[in-house]
């Protein structure tokens, strides 16, 4: 048998094995939904509900076994025949004919198929990338086509379609969706993980190493411009393996940059609904088009006109906003804790009565609103800021703090209906990166954020307060503030950080110097007959201790000077020496010059072993100089080389202008001390979502680490070469250094886990979403 039949047989076994995992666990999943729809009568409620949970049970019970059947039938034809005729044989009409419009039953079933593939992807994103990493090598496709069954979302159609064909009604699923969900978050895991564990028996790819997949754009124009690889190992162009490259990938986003998306969509379907105008105006396309030139990733810009121009709503009708004013006003007047001695009610109290202001308010706004559009409005920021509340996680005293944001939000909310949109507006972006900073682990403990960040969150929501009328930029204009203050706080005011975030910064910024020493050093030796032993010396060692010394001695001091006339004399004693007086003079350098080699390269860290194999490798070098094997360097040229090394540093590149990538950052482990432990190797190769999701990783937040035997919190403290390296630091004020790659890769293995599973105001939409969905008229009463 060929390799490619081979394949493409273990390709269709492991999809019936998948089936077969599915089908298997049905069975489970439908016993959890018998035992969850029996637990809903005993639950007390009205009698309007309790009689319509008593019909929903009975109809579950009545039609339940048929669904299951119904599904199961379904799958194993998806298997055979393929996924449209298997929705086609279970009775889905044929959406092909004359166009017409789309029915509300439609619409609502999409939507409901929608948030279950999402509950299903949310557990199972990782085994899934896996999986169709592995299908990829054996199937050699680019990707798995919209309509595969490994796909959530088809399963999600499948189940839905057998769920309507057997009897069940939307009413039924509403009832039982939150045990749904889970059940089939874990149906779905655990079937990509059996298919998995399978393919890895049959030798598919034991380790997933994902780079072939990292999508280039513009990828032949760009490779025309570069050099080949052979050209690039020679001694013509050798920096050009320092340099980025100019092939631009195109840009990864995360899975919770995406689920933030959907949830942002989600809204906009479910509210425009109820509210057709709403809809309208909170488009997430709306002024804003999207470019893509050559070799650049397509990005989001604001269309022509579109920069400083309000979205499509407006500003709020005269009677909203003088109303908006008022709620403002009255809780300003109201004494938050801490802010004078008349304030002697705890936070939580405090924190109940500005709930019930808000109830109170909410009502007089709606009254107030004009249109529909802003009764649903003022409803579901109403909804987001209840639920942020209600999050106790942070600090009662900062909570009273984010409550007074409700006012300016939802003024910008009526006013600016891209802030339903955008998950990135940067009203919901402040809130988030707060919210982070202060939903750390330690809080629990019953230890305060610190008095500085608590200062400065309730400076911000007073700016936010005096600048009423300025939109989205009042808040831009803070978080950029916000985020300059984590990084002096990081840096200058947190104890326990303060250490770590200095250690790091001079791992960063010997790294910088050292790829620029190289850089240069290569430049200057480019067409210069140096031993080719010597040449690496210098490359690979030797600018590592130029910027050791740089950096612990300055770059004018005596030491720094005595490194760079060091490689000046080595590259002349490694110069063909034919007369004696050469030769002479080399023997009578030779002993000072390699007590100074090793001296600066144990300064650099360099183990003894290492000294010793580099010092017999130079020695090799220069003995071929004395056998005259090597070219000889012309005197003018070498008083050169001597005045270049000198003047070394003013040569440097400025280290704003150098791109520096994954390529260049090398193994830090030597730089580890007590109080900074390195991550430099180790783990898989992670996806492209998952080194996108490394690269959003904001300074303040708090996440679980699991590292050599200890699992604790630590919060991100520090982050530099372009987010090239991460520091992360415990509340004892030890510190974990990563390199971006490995940062995904622990984030991808789960040992880093985040405090939020999503950001502040996405969760606080799902829970908004969660009870639209109980009561949709909500928006307009």
């Avoid at 047989?9 to 019936?16: G, N, P």
């Avoid at 009689?51 to 579950?60: K, L, Q, T, Y």
């Avoid at 109940?352 to 109830?359: C, P, T, V, Y």
């Amino acid at each position: 048998m060929t390799d490619a039949a081979r394949n493409k047989a273990l390709a269709s076994q492991a999809r019936h094995v998948y089936l077969e995992a599915l089908v298997r666990g049905l069975a489970p999943v439908a016993g959890v939904l018998n035992e969850a729809a029996q637990q809903l009568l005993l639950l007390p409620a009205e009698y309007a509900v309790m009689v319509a949970r008593r019909d929903g049970v009975a109809a579950w019970m009545r039609h339940g076994p048929a669904w299951q059947s119904a599904f199961v039938a379904g799958l194993r034809h998806a298997v055979s025949h393929g996924v449209a005729e298997a929705r086609q044989a279970m009775g889905r009409a044929s959406q092909s004919g004359p166009l017409s419009l789309v029915d509300d039953d439609t619409i609502e079933r999409e939507i409901i198929g929608s948030r279950l593939s999402l509950a299903m992807m949310d557990k199972a994103s990782w085994e899934f990338t896996d999986l169709r990493t592995r299908m990829h090598q054996l199937e050699q496709l680019d990707e798995l086509p919209a309509h595969d069954l490994l796909r959530a979302p088809v399963v999600a159609g499948l189940a839905l379609d057998a769920w309507y064909r057997s009897g069940l009604s939307p009413s039924e699923w509403q009832m039982l969706k939150s045990t749904l969900h889970a059940e089939f978050s874990l149906l779905l895991g655990e079937a990509y993980h059996e298919t998995n564990r399978w393919l890895i028996q049959q030798g598919v790819l034991p380790e997933v190493d994902l780079r072939p997949f990292i999508r280039r754009a513009g990828n032949s124009a760009a490779t025309a411009h570069r050099p080949s690889t052979r050209q690039e190992l020679s001694g013509g162009h050798e920096e050009t393996r320092y340099m980025a490259r100019q092939v631009a990938p195109v840009a990864a986003r995360s899975q919770a940059s995406r689920a933030a998306e959907e949830v942002m969509q989600l809204l906009q379907r479910v509210v425009g609904r109820q509210v057709p105008g709403f809809a309208a105006t909170v488009s997430p396309s709306a002024g804003y088009r999207t470019v893509s030139p050559a070799g650049v990733a397509p990005s989001r810009q604001p269309a022509p006109g579109a920069a400083g121009r309000p979205s499509q709503m407006g500003s709020a009708s005269p009677r909203l906003a003088a109303a908006i004013n008022h709620a403002q006003e009255a809780l300003q007047r109201r004494p938050v804790a801490g802010s004078g001695p008349e304030a002697e009610a705890p936070a939580p109290q405090q924190l109940e009565e500005i709930k019930a202001r808000n109830q109170a308010f909410k009502q007089v706004l709606k009254q107030a609103a004009d249109t529909p559009a802003e009764r649903a409005t003022i409803e579901i920021v109403a909804l987001l800021f209840q639920s942020i509340l209600q999050e106790e996680r942070i600090p009662a005293a900062v909570r009273v703090w984010f409550a007074r944001l409700q006012m300016p939000v939802l003024r910008v909310a009526v006013s600016e209906p891209d802030f339903f949109a955008e998950a990135e507006h940067p009203a919901r972006a402040l809130i988030d990166r707060m919210g982070s900073c202060v939903m750390g682990f330690n809080t629990s403990a019953g230890s305060g954020v610190g008095e500085a960040l608590e200062r400065e969150i309730k400076r911000i929501v007073q700016v936010v307060e005096a600048y009423p009328d300025t939109g989205r930029r009042v808040f831009q204009t803070v978080l950029t503030e916000f985020e300059k203050f984590l990084d002096h706080y990081f840096e200058n005011e947190n104890q326990a950080s303060r250490k770590g975030v200095s250690l790091a910064q001079q791992v960063e910024q010997r790294e910088t110097l050292a790829i620029q020493f190289t850089i240069e050093l290569r430049k200057m030796l480019n067409e210069v007959p140096v031993q080719d032993g010597v040449r690496e010396f210098l490359f690979h060692v030797w600018a590592d201790v130029l910027a050791v010394t740089a950096v612990r001695s300055g770059a004018q001091s005596d030491n720094t000077k005595a490194m760079k006339r060091a490689a000046a004399d080595l590259i002349w004693s490694a110069s063909a020496k034919v007369s004696r007086e050469e030769r002479a003079e080399v023997i009578r350098r030779l002993p000072p010059l390699l007590k100074t080699l090793r001296d600066g390269m144990g300064h650099a860290g360099l183990p003894s072993a290492k000294q010793d194999e580099q010092i017999r490798a130079l020695n090799n070098s220069l003995a071929a100089a004395f056998t005259a094997k090597t070219a000889a360097i012309p005197r003018e040229r070498l008083d050169e080389l001597m005045d270049q090394l000198q003047a070394l540093d003013a040569l440097l590149p400025e280290a704003g202008g150098l791109e520096i990538n994954e390529s260049l950052v090398r193994d830090l482990s030597g730089h580890e001390t007590e109080d900074l432990e390195v991550v430099a190797e180790g783990g898989s190769s992670p996806t492209p979502a998952m080194l996108a999701w490394a690269k959003e990783l904001q300074v303040g937040g708090w996440y679980m680490l699991d590292y050599r035997g200890r699992n604790e919190a630590v919060q991100l403290a520090w982050r530099g070469m372009r987010h090239q390296l991460t520091l992360f630091v415990s509340p004892k004020g030890r510190g974990v250094l990563f390199q971006l790659s490995r940062l995904a890769a622990f984030l991808q293995a789960g040992l880093l886990l985040p405090a939020q599973d999503e950001a502040l105001t996405v969760k606080a939409t799902r829970n908004a979403l969660a009870k639209l969905d109980v009561d949709p008229t909500r928006l307009l009463s």
